[in-house]
């Protein structure tokens, strides 16, 4: 049996009210670590709280705010004592190819998408190389091999999170901190079925023609599961991990076809 170490580990898990996020803290949960969830939604997030299995607690949070993160961050070390995980997650960002998208979505998107994550990382860093190791996951895209037709801003803000956890990858570790990238495919989500919705609306067709097909260009034949793709990032960001830093793994049933 595999011991993943995550018992008692304190870790923080950004945009984990629904979807992705929020099975990626229920898996940590479940494994015996101690999780700090944030979303804007503290509805959604008290819900997530009430159904845990482990010790999970909660903080609002818009992580566009550098004041909010700070105040996110120390809140997680006022509770645990420290952070050993970050997992850095976000909502996509609006849709859209370049004639479609002006000056202010590009700021958004940065904002949201790669700024917020760049953030975070510099206020865990001080806490991670006080304790001599650490485990950094960013979420991503498959976006980060493969270009998706109609989400230009995602396509190109998330190879700079790729780029960023690459180049840290190299100055981390001396300090023991691995830091990887992790990119889903297609997922049972809402953000999925507003993305399929979208698609499905500009082709004139219904979306469970759109989903039919979809689903058939994945060699598994089907959308994953969000706890599916929760596991390969509990894996990376446990101890069962000593070797793989920088490396970005797509979580994605075979559906990318870029190496």
Known sequence: MMDLGLNGKSVLVLASSKGLGKAIA??????????????????LLQAVVEEACGEVHAQVCDITKSTEIKALVEKTVTLYGTIDILVNNCGGPRGGNFDDLDDQAWHEAFDLTLLSYIRTIREV??????????RIVNVASISIKQPIEGLLLSNTLRAGVNGLAKSLSQELAKDHILINTVGPGKFATDRVIEIDQQQADKKNISLEELQKSSQSTIPL???????????????????ANTYITGQSILVDGGLTKAL
């Open 221 to 239: 034949g089907r959308y994953g599961q969000p706890n599916e793709f929760a596991k390969a990032v509990v894996f990376l960001a446990s101890d």
């Open 125 to 134: 860093l001080p806490i991670m190389r006080k304790n001599g190791k650490g």
């Open 26 to 43: 229920q898996e940590f949960a479940r494994e015996g670590a101690r999780v700090m969830i944030t979303s804007r939604d503290g509805e």
